[in-house]
Structures are given as structure tokens and as C-alpha cells.
């Protein structure tokens, strides 16, 4: 039996040579240290775990939530996050949605607004759910290059004007996945006016929003005139609170917009766990006290792994947001694929290629932060004396 072609419309594995590199070095025994996948590494806070068993001893939250966008104190506890650390008013009835993590959410509201031939302004490089999502919903994904003399911002007055007026939605995902830039009130202040010009959404990932160092503070693109009319925000516990695996998050922005994402869903989903939910409220209580030693944390790492990198010949800024440093591919390597195979096989380190997050992604490469084992710092020195003594030379 063939599968669906929309299936079949996925690309293949990007990166195929690098995990049969590493199977071959697990079959020997040998584990390498991987910068690979982001995945928060510090364990979900005590009181946040604390909260999930109280509520979870209550019956009233085992069945469905049926109120469809979240429980209502739910939706207050973000409102009120969103007031304190945005200085925004969002209305908890009809401006929040409870979501299973932000991943879901930008699934689905592409479900919600892309028919067969839509356009979609998607950035590039890029998280892969913008643009398989789009193109599972046969809509026609338009990358917008992120360079790194603009920022990693996208250059919006070079989008073609045949493409604006046909483009639906705009993704946007500051702080960015993979190039950890940071965008500021006047880029968002730029893209409302652009969304408004050419009729369209505008779907900002705010999955990194507080994962911010050096006095660095991300804002929210409903901050500025505009924003709530035209963009749905998606914003996630998974990284804040070290939160991947219980999958809640939420998003926030006009009526019309959220309306939409809640009527897919509930067609798809049957809402977070109620339990879940409570402990979310808790999670934001205490945010101030989480957000400082995860951003410490955070940053002693980045300074580690910036400064090892430019030991060894590259000239990296240290990024302001995320857990990723995205550094350009030594010259001498044909492709981020073959510098990544190299380091895989001559240091036992992974790395992502760029490549993988999408055409403008290639010269460059991906390391997360978020490693495993009890000596994270220790781990990135052991790499970057690895990368130095075996692969001599790199920008030589």
C-alpha cells in the first residue's frame, strides 16, 4: 500500500551520513558529544512538579477540558504574564488559546487559513514545520533568506509584489532557530505594516522569547500598534521551564486569529490535560525565579563555546537569545554536510549542518547548548580541544 502523497512530499533525511556516522560509533562503544538536538537538559523545576501532583490528585481535572481555549484561570495566569512581562493587554476570553505545545500550534493554523495554491512567506533557514506544513496543506511555501549582514532579518521590501499580494501568512521566529538573532520592536513594527499593506497574518514563533542573555529582553510582537490585529503569537513553557515533554503552551492575538486555530483543534485535539494546565500556573507564579538560573546557565555555556570557537580561528559574536550558536563552515569543506560528517568522524562531536534548515542555510552550521551528562561545561571544552587538536588548521 503507497502512502499518502503528501508523505512523499516530505524531503528526504537531511543529514543522512551523520546519523550512520554515529550509529557505526555507538556499535563501537564510543558516544559522541552531541550538540545536536535542542532539548533543555535541566530537569523541570521541583514546585512546577509539585503543583502537577496536587492538581493531578483532583478528579475535576481527569476529563476532558471542555471549555475548548483553556481553563479559565489558565488563561488569566498568561494575560497576566503577558501584562508583567510585555506590558501588553490580552483578553483571556477570545485572545488565548491552550495549545500542546507551540509545535502543534503552528501546524494548525496553517490547517486554518492555507488552501491549495496559497502563498506562504516562510524564513530560510528555518524550523521544517513552517514549510512541510504548508506544503502537506498544498500551499506554496516562499522562502524570505535571513543573511547575516541584515541580522537574520528578513529583507521584506525584496519579497516580489506579485508574491505579497498572493501571500496568506508570514512566519516570523524571533529569537531565531538556528541563528539565535534577536529581532526589535522597529522590525516588528515594519512587518505589521507590511502585513496590513498586503492583506496578510502574520505568525510569529516565540518559542525562545525568554531564553535571553546580557540584559537582552525579546519583545513580543503584540507590544507594538498593529500587532494583535495582525499576528497570533505562539509561546511555549518547553524552554523556559524545561518543560519539553509535557507539551503546553499557548498562543495569543486577535478574536479572528485565535477563533480559527480553536476551530481546527477541535477537530483534532481534545485540550492539554487540565492538570497540566494548573501547573502551567504555577510554572508562570514563579517565572522570575526559573528565568534567572536558566538564562545563567545558558550563557556560561554560549561564553564557553563562543570563545573556544574563536580560539580556534572563528570570529563569532556571542548570540543574545537561544540555546544555538550558527557559525559559518571553514572554507575547505565543500558543504556544512561534509564539515559535519568531518567533525562527527575525526571528533566524535555533532553538529547540525545548515543545510538542513533550508537552502540559505548552507556555509553554516548548528550547536546546541543542550547537552547531556553532569558536566555540560566540561563537555564543550573537551570538543573544542578535540576540534583543535585534530583538525588543525581549520581557517588556515
Same mark, same amino acid.
Given at each position: 500500500?503507497?502512502? =499518502?502523497?503528501?508523505?512523499?512530499? *516530505?524531503?528526504?533525511?537531511?543529514?543522512?551520513?551523520?546519523?550512520?556516522?554515529?550509529?557505526?560509533?555507538?556499535? @563501537?562503544?564510543?558516544?559522541?558529544?552531541? &550538540?545536536? *538536538?535542542?532539548?533543555? #537538559?535541566?530537569?523541570? $523545576? #521541583?514546585?512546577?512538579?509539585?503543583?502537577?501532583?496536587?492538581?493531578?490528585?483532583?478528579?475535576?481535572?481527569?476529563?476532558? #477540558?471542555?471549555?475548548?481555549?483553556?481553563?479559565?484561570?489558565?488563561?488569566?495566569?498568561?494575560? #497576566?504574564?503577558?501584562? @508583567?512581562?510585555?506590558?501588553?493587554?490580552?483578553?483571556?476570553?477570545?485572545? *488565548?488559546?491552550?495549545?500542546?505545545?507551540?509545535?502543534?500550534?503552528?501546524?494548525?493554523?496553517? %490547517?486554518?487559513?492555507?488552501?491549495?495554491?496559497?502563498?506562504?512567506?516562510?524564513?530560510?533557514?528555518?524550523?521544517?514545520?513552517?514549510?512541510?506544513?504548508?506544503?502537506?496543506?498544498?500551499?506554496?511555501?516562499?522562502?524570505?533568506?535571513?543573511?547575516?549582514?541584515?541580522?537574520?532579518?528578513?529583507?521584506?521590501?525584496?519579497?516580489?509584489?506579485?508574491?505579497?499580494?498572493?501571500?496568506?501568512?508570514?512566519?516570523?521566529?524571533?529569537? /531565531?532557530?538556528?541563528?539565535?538573532?534577536?529581532?526589535?520592536?522597529?522590525?516588528?513594527?515594519? =512587518?505589521?505594516?507590511?502585513?496590513?499593506? %498586503?492583506?496578510?497574518?502574520?505568525?510569529?514563533?516565540?518559542?525562545?522569547?525568554?531564553?535571553? &542573555?546580557?540584559?537582552?529582553?525579546?519583545?513580543?510582537?503584540?507590544?507594538?500598534?498593529?500587532?494583535?490585529?495582525?499576528?497570533?503569537? !505562539?509561546?511555549?513553557?518547553?524552554?523556559?521551564?524545561? !518543560?519539553?515533554? %509535557?507539551?503546553?503552551?499557548?498562543?495569543?492575538?486577535?478574536?479572528?486569529?485565535?477563533?480559527?486555530?480553536?476551530?481546527?483543534?477541535?477537530?483534532?485535539?481534545?485540550?492539554?490535560? !487540565?492538570?497540566?494546565?494548573?501547573?502551567?500556573?504555577?510554572?508562570?507564579?514563579?517565572?522570575?525565579?526559573?528565568?534567572?538560573?536558566?538564562?545563567?546557565?545558558?550563557?556560561?555555556? @554560549?561564553?564557553?563555546?563562543?570563545? +573556544?570557537?574563536?580560539?580556534? +580561528?572563528? /570570529?563569532?559574536?556571542?548570540?543574545?537569545?537561544?540555546?544555538?550558536?550558527?557559525?559559518?563552515?571553514? $572554507?575547505? &569543506?565543500?558543504?556544512?554536510?561534509? &564539515?559535519?560528517? =568531518?567533525?562527527?568522524?575525526?571528533?566524535?562531536?555533532?553538529?547540525?549542518?545548515?543545510?538542513?534548515?533550508?537552502?540559505?542555510?548552507?556555509?553554516?552550521?548548528? !550547536?546546541?547548548?543542550?547537552?547531556?551528562?553532569?558536566?555540560?561545561?566540561?563537555?564543550?571544552?573537551? =570538543?573544542?580541544?578535540?576540534?583543535?587538536?585534530?583538525?588543525?588548521?581549520? %581557517?588556515?
Amino acid at each position: 500500500m503507497e502512502v =499518502a502523497q503528501r508523505l512523499q512530499r *516530505i524531503p528526504p533525511y537531511p543529514f543522512r551520513e551523520i546519523a550512520a556516522i554515529k550509529r557505526e560509533m555507538q556499535s @563501537r562503544g564510543v558516544e559522541p558529544i552531541d &550538540f545536536g *538536538i535542542g532539548d533543555p #537538559d535541566l530537569p523541570t $523545576p #521541583d514546585f512546577i512538579i509539585e503543583a502537577l501532583y496536587q492538581a493531578a490528585q483532583d478528579p475535576a481535572t481527569h476529563p476532558y #477540558d471542555e471549555s475548548g481555549f483553556g481553563l479559565p484561570e489558565y488563561k488569566q495566569a498568561i494575560a #497576566d504574564f503577558g501584562k @508583567r512581562r510585555f506590558g501588553i493587554e490580552v483578553n483571556p476570553e477570545g485572545e *488565548i488559546q491552550s495549545c500542546l505545545g507551540s509545535k502543534e500550534a503552528l501546524a494548525h493554523i496553517i %490547517w486554518a487559513y492555507i488552501d491549495p495554491s496559497d502563498v506562504v512567506l516562510v524564513p530560510d533557514p528555518a524550523y521544517s514545520v513552517y514549510k512541510v506544513q504548508t506544503t502537506w496543506c498544498g500551499g506554496a511555501p516562499f522562502p524570505m533568506a535571513l543573511d547575516a549582514e541584515a541580522g537574520f532579518l528578513p529583507d521584506l521590501a525584496a519579497i516580489p509584489t506579485p508574491v505579497a499580494k498572493a501571500a496568506k501568512l508570514m512566519f516570523l521566529n524571533y529569537p /531565531n532557530n538556528p541563528t539565535g538573532a534577536v529581532a526589535d520592536r522597529e522590525f516588528f513594527q515594519d =512587518a505589521v505594516a507590511f502585513a496590513e499593506k %498586503w492583506d496578510l497574518l502574520i505568525v510569529q514563533d516565540a518559542a525562545y522569547c525568554e531564553v535571553a &542573555f546580557d540584559g537582552c529582553e525579546p519583545p513580543s510582537i503584540l507590544e507594538v500598534p498593529g500587532g494583535k490585529e495582525r499576528a497570533i503569537e !505562539m509561546h511555549s513553557f518547553s524552554k523556559t521551564f524545561n !518543560m519539553t515533554g %509535557w507539551r503546553i503552551a499557548w498562543a495569543w492575538g486577535g478574536k479572528p486569529q485565535i477563533e480559527a486555530l480553536s476551530k481546527v483543534k477541535s477537530n483534532v485535539d481534545s485540550g492539554t490535560f !487540565m492538570a497540566i494546565q494548573r501547573a502551567g500556573i504555577a510554572a508562570l507564579a514563579g517565572y522570575q525565579q526559573v528565568v534567572a538560573r536558566m538564562r545563567a546557565e545558558y550563557q556560561a555555556r @554560549r561564553d564557553t563555546l563562543v570563545e +573556544g570557537l574563536n580560539s580556534l +580561528g572563528w /570570529n563569532l559574536e556571542k548570540p543574545r537569545a537561544t540555546f544555538y550558536v550558527w557559525a559559518p563552515v571553514p $572554507p575547505r &569543506f565543500a558543504s556544512s554536510a561534509d &564539515f559535519c560528517a =568531518a567533525l562527527l568522524r575525526d571528533c566524535e562531536v555533532l553538529a547540525i549542518p545548515g543545510s538542513a534548515y533550508g537552502d540559505a542555510g548552507e556555509g553554516w552550521f548548528r !550547536m546546541s547548548l543542550t547537552l547531556k551528562g553532569p558536566d555540560r561545561i566540561g563537555q564543550i571544552q573537551e =570538543a573544542v580541544r578535540r576540534m583543535g587538536e585534530r583538525m588543525p588548521g581549520l %581557517w588556515d
